[in-house]
């Protein structure tokens, strides 16, 4: 007895763990997710036939469904014993982009060099970008909740990409925890189907409330990797050290910034550049001298400490949060040794691509030390910042503005504490 379904499932076992098929007998109503082009589902014919032999499951792998069957051994091996299902990432599920089209009928190429997945057929034509949180359907370009991604050597990607790419229809099973996707070609005219004694009902595409509300997923970035310079000018500075007991800077101090997002490793990464300067009168008068055991007379002047530090960080949460480690090194106009020393912080960058955000950072340095004579200055150092930018429209300019500072507490022969704070603005650009 001939086969009547005219429809291809394909059904992606997702969320389990070293388990075998969660298909079950059952008539739960599930909620659907129907693409713009789906065709409506259609009955397949129950006939006696002997079941085709499809291999056995491979050890602690889930199968995936095809044409209502398990499929063990094809059609998507990825190596011996193994077979590529669906992966999770949030409340996204991931399939395998190329066998997934290639069973609906469509040619598959792909572009090392840009990373990119071209999926055309006739009426339809999708591209993808390793990386980037977006699809282009038909010219059209759509956000992505979760970007494509290499996993052991294939693309994946959501699985919405196939409804709104192809016209598919993607129902979720909540509680067999079965993402079902059924494909009917446009072009093959559907016939009309034959009684059967027990004829599968057609889901309900209404929407049946969720057991378990799921949380809207926060705006995915257009720009997933930023790189920008920015300068600011310090207003005023307050200074406490020995050579200033809370003097106020009348000008020259400024503070500069240069970052940038990369990927590695297939991870997100960033490196950035933090210099400042600041400037600020000593009245004439004694201050104590390195070891804090002495004091000297020093006549008036305009003194300039400096300090840079160059930070590595990985992104351990979104947007854009970071932690890494850094190095630093300070100097003064007055006579005192360069120090050096290796930190650590945690640093949140600006979201350029909204038209406001706001970032901050505390990085600190347990020990920044410096040679002097016969004399080994010691201090702990602290540095933070915390500011807020507005985009200039589409410029690629943007104001940024906020309040800096740092903290240096004596461990060994400096004359004693110090401090330095003031609010900033300034002007950057975006890469």
Do not use: C
């Not at 809207?216 to 207003?235: A, K, L």
């Not at 930070?311 to 006579?335: D, F, H, Q, T």
């Not at 150092?381 to 507005?390: E, I």
């Amino acid at each position: 007895m001939k086969r009547l379904s005219t429809g291809l499932l394909v059904a992606l076992v997702a969320f389990g763990i070293g388990t075998t098929s969660v298909l079950a007998q059952g008539t739960a109503q599930a909620k659907g997710n129907i693409g713009p082009f789906a065709p409506r589902q259609v009955a397949q014919d129950q006939s006696g036939l002997p079941p085709a032999d499809f291999g056995t499951p491979p050890s602690g792998e889930v199968p995936i469904l095809f044409n209502d069957r398990h499929v063990y051994t094809k059609p998507d091996r990825l190596k011996e014993n193994r077979v590529l299902a669906a992966l999770v990432r949030g409340n996204t599920i991931l399939i395998p982009l190329r066998s997934m089209f290639e069973q609906m009928g469509a040619t598959v190429s792909y572009d090392p060099a840009s990373r990119t997945v071209d999926v055309s057929k006739p009426g339809s034509d999708v591209k993808v970008t390793v990386g980037q949180p977006e699809v282009v359907i038909n010219g059209e370009s759509r956000p992505l909740d979760v970007p494509p991604e290499i996993y052991k050597g294939s693309v994946v990607v959501p699985v919405r990409v196939i409804s709104e790419g192809m016209g598919a229809y993607v129902q979720w099973v909540p509680d067999r925890r079965i993402v079902v996707v059924r494909y009917i070609p446009l072009a093959v005219p559907t016939p009309v189907p034959t009684p059967v004694p027990t004829p599968v009902p057609t889901p309900v595409p209404t929407p049946v409330p969720t057991p378990v509300p799921t949380p809207t997923p926060s705006p995915v970035p257009r720009n997933p990797y930023e790189h920008f310079v920015v300068g600011d000018y310090i207003f005023s500075p307050k200074v406490y050290n020995e050579f200033s007991p809370g003097n106020i800077g009348k000008g020259g101090s400024f503070d500069a910034r240069a970052a940038a997002e990369f990927p590695l490793f297939g991870l997100p990464w960033m490196v950035e550049d933090d210099y400042r300067q600041w400037a600020y009168p000593h009245n004439p008068g004694f201050v104590t001298t390195i070891g804090g055991d002495g004091s000297t007379f020093v006549p008036s002047f305009t003194a300039r400490d400096t300090d840079n530090d160059v930070r590595l960080g990985i992104k351990v949460a979104a947007p854009r949060i970071y932690i890494g480690v850094g190095y630093l090194s300070r100097a003064e106009n007055y006579g005192y040794p360069r120090q050096n020393g290796v930190g650590f912080g945690a640093e949140k960058l600006p979201d350029l691509d909204q038209p406001f955000s706001i970032y901050g950072s505390i990085w600190y340095y347990p020990t920044v030390s410096g040679d002097f004579d016969t004399a080994k200055l010691e201090a702990r150092f602290l540095k933070y910042q915390v500011g807020g930018t507005a985009m200039l429209g589409g410029s690629g300019l943007f104001l940024d503005l906020g309040f800096l500072g740092d903290s240096i507490t004596n461990k060994q022969f400096m004359p004693g504490n110090a401090a330095h704070a003031g609010g900033y603005a300034g002007l950057g650009i975006k890469f």
